[in-house]
């Protein structure tokens, strides 16, 4: 037996074949049965302890920070890595934002000269593509992709400088 095992307070009971009949852990003095699920974390958890504890020198101090540091996956620390408040509340203003985006650009397209309608029309409500808008109208494909990389440009910062502003889509009032 390791020297590891004599400490460890779970075990599997063996008949006189080898076959597993029970998979015991001990809280407080007290074996407990447990399922083959439950027995599997357990033992996990505890090689996982194991192998960062070796990893630590003796008598220094074992921290998440210097892990880290060290390039220790989180995962290998057992830690689930869960979103940070500020990320979540991130992107639920990404999603406000985006939100108010999509109520604007009705209006927003509705600004465009007719020509520039017409090929974001085109382009992103019909399906043409680059290539085909070019050879309908006469022109270039890339000068169709210059053109519309301009008007995407003049939407975004039409709809930045709107949000910004305080202008709201019709139908919204501040603070909804």
């Known amino acids: 037996m390791k020297k590891w095992q004599e400490n460890r307070n ?12 029970a998979n015991v852990i ?23 302890e194991r192998y960062i504890m070796e990893e ?13 540091e060290d390039g220790v996956p989180l995962e290998k620390l057992g830690v689930e890595p869960e979103r940070s408040a500020e990320d979540i509340m991130l992107g639920r203003e990404e999603i406000s934002m985006a939100d108010s985006y999509k109520a604007m650009l009705p209006a927003a397209l509705v600004n465009l000269k007719a020509p520039d ?12 593509s680059t290539r085909e808008y070019a050879r309908k ?6 000068a169709v992709i210059k053109r519309r990389d301009r008007i995407l440009k003049n939407l975004r910062n039409f709809l930045e ?7 709201h889509p019709p139908g ?3 603070g909804e």
């Open 137 to 142: 109208t006469g022109v270039t494909q890339h």
């Open 117 to 128: 309608q017409a090929l974001i029309q085109a382009l992103y409500f019909d399906g043409i």
């Open 26 to 48: 001990t809280v407080d003095g007290v074996n407990v049965e447990v399922s083959e699920e439950v027995f599997l974390a357990y033992s996990q958890a505890d090689r996982r």
């Open 161 to 167: 400088n709107s949000c910004f502003e305080g202008i």
């Open 56 to 68: 630590v020198e003796p008598g220094k101090m074992l921290s998440l920070d210097k892990l880290l």
């Open 10 to 21: 779970y075990r599997r009971l063996k008949d006189e074949n080898g076959n597993v009949i």
């Open 172 to 174: 919204i009032r501040e």
